[in-house]
């Protein structure tokens, strides 16, 4: 597609599920990110793939989250046992290479509540 | 650890003014620095990119500096328009990941 794609728009879920977050990054994009904005928060970086391998999952906050990419392309985000604090919009963003010169660019977010 | 400082965090401005964003980072280390827009209840829109040899870029209205040494960066926007309300990100990247800013709220009104 013409840019980066996540599914769903919305969810809504209740305490204790887990929930699956997809991005679809542009074609022929190596860098992906994960990021989440909670409410009148900045943006807290989660996760970057470069490829298929996480060189940097510093940004996880616990270990209910995981993140994994295949064939270079499409990534998920998996939030096990959902609290309520991990309602956010969880954003996919990708580049050409995480270097010098190449813009990011955002999807439109998964917007994620726990209840 | 870079931190990013955007002032002010809202402004407020008639049309047809013309106005400065103001971001600072504290570790001058960066390869790029990026200027975003969000929409309520949107994603981020690339406005600009400023590679860290560079010291200004330009698209249409918009003009965004870049002073490593100082850790500054601004982003200039001319003649502004009620569509130019939203908020404005910036983001440095010296690593793998863009380090954000909490964004200034600009409203601008007709």
Known sequence: GAGVSQSPSNKVTEKGKDVELRC????GHTALYWYRQSLGQGLEFLIYFQGNSAPDKSGLPSDRFSAE???GSVSTLT????????????LCASSLAATAGNTIYFGEGSWLTVV | KQEVTQIPAALSVPEGENLV?????????????????QDPGKGLTSLLLI???QREQTSGRLNAS???SSGRSTLYIAASQPGDSAT????CQAGTALIFGKGTTLSVSS
């Open chain 1, 24 to 27: 679809d990054p542009i074609s």
């Open chain 1, 69 to 71: 990419r295949t064939g």
């Open chain 1, 79 to 90: 939030i096990q046992r959902t609290q309520q604090e991990d309602s956010a919009v969880y």
């Open chain 2, 21 to 37: 964003l103001n971001c600072s980072f504290t570790d001058s280390a960066i390869y790029n620095l990026q200027w975003f827009r």
């Open chain 2, 51 to 53: 590679q860290s040899s």
């Open chain 2, 66 to 68: 870049l002073d490593k």
């Open chain 2, 88 to 91: 404005y990100l910036c983001a």
